[in-house]
Each structure stands twice: as C-alpha cells, then as structure tokens.
C-alpha cells in the first residue's frame, strides 16, 4: 500500500498501449489506485500514428500530444518521463528507475512496446542510419532533411511508405529498397500493390524492388547503399522500416515468462498474478501485436481487471489497415490470402484506378482489399466481423453499402 492507504499501480511505459489502459480505469475506479508512470522519453503521452503526418510537415509535435503533463498533474498521476525503468524486482515488488529511484507496487503494469529491428548489415552503425519509431527519429530525420539530399528507406511496408512520402515532402530524393517484388505483401495482393507503387512513382518516389541490401557505405556518416549484385545509390539518410521486435529485455530480466514477447492470458495477466502487460511486447496465444484496435481491445480488457471487474476476455478479431499518404487510398482487411476453400470477387476499373477484392468463405466475406475508393472500407470490415451472410447481396456487394441496402 502506498501512504495514502491505497493500492500503488506502476506503469512501465508512457506510450498508447500504456495509458490508454489507465484512461479506461479511471473510468471505472478513479480513486483505487496511487499511479506512477514511468517513460524513456522526455514528454507526455502522444499518437505514435502520427508520427508520419508530423515527418510530412502536415502536424506539428503538439498536435499529437493525447495526455500532456498537466493531465497527468489532473488525475494525480505522479509520471517520470524521461527515466526509465532499467529492473524490476518482483519478489520485493519493487521498480529500479536509471535515475536511482525506487518505487514499490502492488500491481504492475508494462507496457513497453516495441523497437525498430536494424538489420545486421556491415554499416549500420553509421551517422545517419536509424529507425522510425519516435518523436527523436523523426526530429533526426527533419534535420537530415535540411542538410542532405538523397534518403533511402529500406522496407517497403506501411511503415516504410510513411517515412518515404514524408521525406520526399520535405524535398529530398527518396528511393525505397524492398526485398520483396510487391509493396505492402502482408496488406495488399499484387493487383493493389502494382497500382500503389504506380500511384508512388508518379509522385516522386522511386523504388529498388526484389533488392537485397548488402552493405551500407561511409566512413563516420553513411554516404551510399550497396546491393548484392554490388550496385550503389547515394544515401546520406537510411532509415530502416523492416520491423520491429517486442521490448522484452526489462520483463525477461526479472524472471516474467516470454517467449517472442511476454506471455499473457486471456485477461492480459502474466504467469506472475500481481503483473499485467499490453500493447506491442506481449504474445497472446502465440500472436503478437501491432496494430492499435486490438491494442486498444486489450487496454479495455485488462483495466477491467485492474478495477476488480474481472468479466473480459481478450479475443482477438480481424484488422484493418489504411496508408496514411496523401493522395492514396487504400484499405485492407481479414484475410487477403484466401485459400482452397475460399472465392475472390474483383472490380477493376483502370480508367479511374479503383481495385477492389473481397475473399468469401462460407458465404461470408472474410478479407478486403480497395484501393482507389475506400469509402465503403469500413462497411466490408464490420461483414468481416461480424460474419454476416451475403448470400442476398452477393451481386451487388462489390458496389458498396447503399446499394445494397437498396436492393
């Protein structure tokens, strides 16, 4: 118990998965618990989402903020940014923060997210060479933009093409490097991915598909990129958009179970009873995590059992994706692979660069895929999760919504 003869709650970790965990507790027990927050980073809570928007030049860091330091003050939430936790002691029930403090707990929440994965080629530990994961990378990345002209991204996820049409924005020449011969192959099939890199192109981007990237070149600074076919393009910036790997270092450390993240049940518990976790460095039934709407369905879940409300279960369901680049629209959902038992209905409409693929099983749709028009996007994706019977609609579901619900 803390002083005030309440239960104490320590947060490892000030991101989204974090503190939107304790947003909805405080909606259901405001006054249970004394909350102490801890952050590696020197600020409040922001939308790591838009990150992008910020590297375009569209939004400016404050604009992102979700919970300043003062709506922490609001709540009573004592917060460290900018000291992270570095052990975690749990037969004490104790938190070590890098400044020397220590804070006990009674419940423990981390939340501790992710990190980029830098590929261990020869090089990538030179000047110039990062990741795209927080507010530093991209005021790294602003200020590369001022003084140098060529950028390679390598990856060409949804991460990659962020970082790539916010780079070309600020004025520099942008290549992308992909291992793989289409863009966005978790999200898209290859119809959709042909016209995104099309739709890239003919703004300014250009892109090495199928390459492998061998070395990175430079002495102090990174000057080139070479391949393994041993060709060269200039790069005074790489950032590297080729995943992330769960944050389990702090977890592993103190003896919790994790195996490609830290393990968790149904209710968001570890194997220790007095610990939860969410967000990206946890593993749910062997999946892991990186999109926000699950994320989010697990702060609801877990914080409910942290208020003593123990009725959740985390399930998980179907995503979506959508591009946050101007001037394209794209939207993914379900499963886009489809298989043996599955169909695929398709539009395509080339005048006007609109593709669109639903994957049915079971007389039900189970994946989307549109690029070009989206606005029924989210219709497709609440058919996929709510498994919905198409059968009287099937003729007309490739059209949308409204005429569907006319007919």
């Known amino acids: 118990m803390s002083q005030s003869g309440r239960p104490s709650l320590v947060v490892v970790g000030n991101g989204m998965a974090g503190m939107r965990t304790v947003e909805e507790l405080l909606q259901l027990a405001p006054d249970l618990y004394d909350i102490t927050v801890f952050g590696a980073e020197p600020h409040g809570n922001y939308n790591r989402i838009l990150l992008s928007p910020v590297l375009a030049g569209e939004k400016s860091v404050g604009d992102i903020m979700l919970n300043t330091r003062e709506w922490y003050a609001e709540y009573g939430i004592t917060l460290h940014a900018g000291d992270p936790v570095v052990q975690i002691d749990r037969s004490r029930r104790l938190v070590h923060?890098?400044?020397?403090?220590?804070?006990?707990?009674?419940?423990?929440?981390?939340?501790?997210?992710?990190?980029?994965?830098?590929?261990?080629?020869?090089?990538?530990?030179?000047?110039?060479?990062?990741?795209?994961?927080?507010?530093?990378?991209?005021?790294?990345m602003l200020e590369a933009s001022r003084q140098h002209h060529h950028a390679v991204v390598i990856g060409g996820?949804?991460?990659?093409?962020?970082?790539?049409?916010?780079?070309?924005?600020?004025?520099?020449?942008?290549?992308?490097?992909?291992?793989?011969?289409?863009?966005?192959?978790?999200?898209?099939?290859?119809?959709?991915?042909?016209?995104?890199?099309?739709a890239l192109e003919s703004s300014g981007l250009r892109f090495e598909m199928g390459a492998q990237t061998a070395e990175l070149v430079g002495t102090e600074r990174v000057t080139a990129v070479r391949f393994n076919d041993?060709?060269?393009?200039?790069?005074?910036?790489?950032?590297?958009?080729?995943?992330?790997?769960?944050?389990?270092?702090?977890?592993?450390?103190?003896?919790?179970?994790?195996?490609?993240?830290?393990?968790?049940?149904?209710?968001?518990?570890?194997?220790?009873?007095?610990?939860?976790?969410?967000?990206?460095?946890?593993?749910?039934?062997?999946?892991?995590?990186?999109?926000?709407?699950?994320?989010?369905?697990?702060?609801?879940?877990?914080?409910?059992?942290?208020?003593?409300?123990?009725?959740?279960?985390?399930?998980q369901r179907a995503t979506a994706t959508k591009l946050k680049v101007t001037g394209v629209d794209l939207y993914s959902a379900g499963n886009i692979v489809g298989g043996a038992d599955t169909e695929d209905i398709v539009l395509r409409d080339p005048r006007r660069?609109?593709?669109?693929?639903?994957?049915?099983?079971?007389?039900?749709?189970?994946?989307?895929?549109?690029?070009?028009?989206?606005?029924?996007?989210?219709?497709?994706?609440?058919?996929?999760?709510?498994?919905?019977?198409?059968?009287?609609?099937?003729?007309?579901?490739?059209?949308?919504q409204k005429l569907c619900e006319a007919g």
């Open 157 to 198: 996820g949804l991460l990659g093409l962020e970082a790539a049409n916010g780079l070309l924005r600020q004025g520099m020449t942008v290549t992308v490097v992909h291992l793989h011969p289409s863009l966005m192959e978790r999200q898209l099939d290859a119809p959709a991915s042909a016209l995104l890199q099309r």
């Open 230 to 315: 041993g060709r060269e393009i200039a790069a005074d910036l790489v950032v590297m958009a080729t995943g992330v790997r769960p944050n389990v270092d702090l977890a592993r450390d103190s003896g919790l179970h994790c195996e490609r993240a830290i393990v968790v049940d149904d209710t968001l518990q570890t194997y220790d009873p007095c610990v939860y976790a969410v967000g990206e460095c946890v593993e749910h039934r062997r999946s892991t995590f990186g999109l926000v709407a699950p994320i989010w369905e697990q702060a609801r879940v877990c914080a409910a059992h942290l208020a003593g409300a123990g009725h959740r279960r985390y399930v």
């Open 97 to 140: 923060a890098q400044s020397g403090l220590q804070v006990r707990y009674d419940r423990l929440l981390i939340a501790t997210g992710s990190r980029p994965f830098i590929p261990p080629v020869p090089g990538s530990d030179l000047d110039g060479v990062i990741g795209f994961r927080d507010i530093q990378d991209v005021e790294t």
């Open 353 to 400: 660069g609109i593709y669109k693929r639903l994957v049915l099983k079971n007389d039900c749709v189970v994946g989307a895929v549109l690029y070009g028009d989206v606005t029924d996007g989210p219709w497709y994706f609440d058919l996929i999760q709510r498994q919905a019977p198409i059968t009287s609609i099937r003729q007309r579901l490739l059209f949308g």
